[in-house]
């Protein structure tokens, strides 16, 4: 469960700069 909160919080950080990889992240944690 920490792992994956952790996950999460890393593509909100890295969404900015790139949000196409972001989205793909969430896609496959969704």
């Known amino acids: ?5 952790k996950q999460l919080q890393y ?3 890295v969404s ?3 949000p ?9 944690f969704g």
């Open 16 to 18: 900015e700069p790139n």
């Open 1 to 5: 469960m920490f792992r994956h909160v």
């Open 20 to 28: 196409g990889l972001a989205n793909l992240l969430l896609e496959q």
């Open 11 to 13: 593509t909100v950080r």
